[in-house]
């Protein structure tokens, strides 16, 4: 029904029926369809719409093996894959509030992108009216939002036209993630409806969107981009707290603690090695703050803080006002590491 049998096979995984010895049957490679088929289930009215579903189901797709690398691009992955059914007079407001909520998640992470406009690909489903109808309607959502945009023709799903947001790593790499796909052929193939204004039944548009793309590409260009050396709010370790002997394990031991019920992830490295090397290996595994406890910083409940790529440079806090400076920088989602003057 939704066309991916006809049109997209080959990048499905097929599975044999033992019975009749066909490939009847394939692995999800999307979710599209079940979405559909929910929507469909029951009666909707114009007051529901814009209704909103969102899966992270596990998908499968048939690459090529020449063609897999790493986590950018697998056989198995998650999607941040969301449909939004609505009305025709809905087209822009939605495409409108997408493309905002996009800069703005990119923008925290400092992510710079490209919009780029998507037509009509030679295999496609649907008439060119419907074709023409979804081009025009997304194209002029899109210049609605005043976001620059560059052309792709024939590089539209076989569904619709689409809008793709190309990000820019650190290196100067270009990565295709967030999509924002105009639909008119799923209503028409699922037949689904909603009761309208006028008590008579109308088809919904639909709009496929992600912002992620894929959590693994995601994630994979996400360390790409900051070398592992990721802000404070989205490091695994946010601080490794070091006792520079014995005589200050318990109160590292307690300071770790204090972090953690803070919500702040901390590790304790009490381990019997010298304190550069425990220094060091912090260093190595980019946690942002080192807290050195000496016998000064134990008996006046303070830390030496070390900042990560900052030398042997370090500032002696109170506990509660480095936690406090933690917090402030994990609420405003701030990218560099280290505290400013007056911070």
């Given at each position: 029904?939704?066309g991916?049998?006809?049109k997209?096979?080959e990048n ?5 029926d033992?019975?009749?010895g066909?490939h009847?049957?394939s692995l999800?490679?999307?979710n599209?369809?079940s979405?559909h088929?929910?929507y469909?289930?029951?009666r909707?009215s ?5 209704l ?5 189901d ?13 986590l950018?691009?697998v056989?198995q992955?998650q999607q941040d894959d969301a449909?939004?059914y609505?009305?025709q007079?809905q087209?822009a407001?939605?495409v409108?509030?997408m493309?905002a909520l996009?800069?703005?998640?990119y923008g925290?992470?400092?992510?710079k ?8 690909p030679?295999?496609?489903?649907g ?11 997304l194209?002029?959502?899109l210049?609605?939002t005043g976001?620059a945009y ?10 619709g036209p689409k809008?793709d947001?190309d ?7 270009s990565w295709q ?10 209503p028409?193939?699922f037949?689904l409806?909603f009761v ?9 548009v639909?709009i496929?969107r ?5 959590f693994e590409r995601f994630?994979?260009i996400?360390?790409?981009h900051?070398?592992g050396?990721?802000?404070?709010w989205?490091a ?16 590292a031991a ?7 019920a803070a919500g702040i ?5 009490d381990?019997?090695?010298t304190?550069n090397y ?5 260093e190595t595994?980019k ?5 050195v406890i ?5 008996e006046?409940?303070?830390?030496a ?6 030398g ?5 806090l109170?506990?509660?006002e480095?936690?406090r ?12 590491v280290g505290f400013?003057e007056g911070?």
């Amino acid at each position: 029904m939704s066309g991916h049998w006809g049109k997209y096979r080959e990048n499905m995984f097929l599975v044999l029926d033992a019975e009749s010895g066909e490939h009847d049957f394939s692995l999800k490679p999307m979710n599209c369809p079940s979405h559909h088929i929910y929507y469909g289930s029951k009666r909707h009215s114009y007051r529901e719409l814009p209704l909103r579903y969102s899966t992270q189901d596990v998908l499968h797709r048939n690459e090529v093996s020449g063609a897999l690398s790493g986590l950018t691009r697998v056989r198995q992955f998650q999607q941040d894959d969301a449909h939004v059914y609505l009305a025709q007079g809905q087209i822009a407001g939605e495409v409108k509030r997408m493309v905002a909520l996009i800069d703005h998640f990119y923008g925290v992470l400092g992510l710079k992108y490209t919009a780029k406009f998507a037509t009509r690909p030679e295999v496609r489903i649907g008439s060119d009216e419907l074709w023409d109808r979804a081009e025009e309607a997304l194209r002029a959502a899109l210049e609605s939002t005043g976001l620059a945009y560059e052309l792709k023709p024939g590089d539209g799903a076989f569904y619709g036209p689409k809008i793709d947001f190309d990000v820019t790593d650190s290196i100067g790499r270009s990565w295709q993630l967030g999509t924002i796909q105009l639909d008119y052929n799923a209503p028409e193939r699922f037949d689904l409806s909603f009761v309208g204004e006028d008590n008579e039944s109308h088809r919904p548009v639909v709009i496929h969107r992600a912002i992620f793309g894929s959590f693994e590409r995601f994630i994979a260009i996400l360390i790409e981009h900051f070398g592992g050396a990721f802000p404070v709010w989205l490091a695994p370790v946010q601080v490794a707290v070091i006792p520079i002997s014995d005589a200050q394990r318990e109160s590292a031991a307690a300071f770790a603690a204090d972090l953690v019920a803070a919500g702040i992830r901390a590790e304790l490295d009490d381990r019997n090695e010298t304190l550069n090397y425990r220094i060091r290996e912090a260093e190595t595994q980019k946690v942002p703050y080192m807290a050195v406890i000496g016998g000064r910083e134990a008996e006046s409940a303070s830390a030496a803080i070390r900042v990560r790529g900052a030398g042997k440079k370090q500032e002696v806090l109170s506990r509660e006002e480095f936690i406090r400076r933690v917090h402030a920088q994990v609420e405003d989602r701030v990218l560099e590491v280290g505290f400013g003057e007056g911070e």
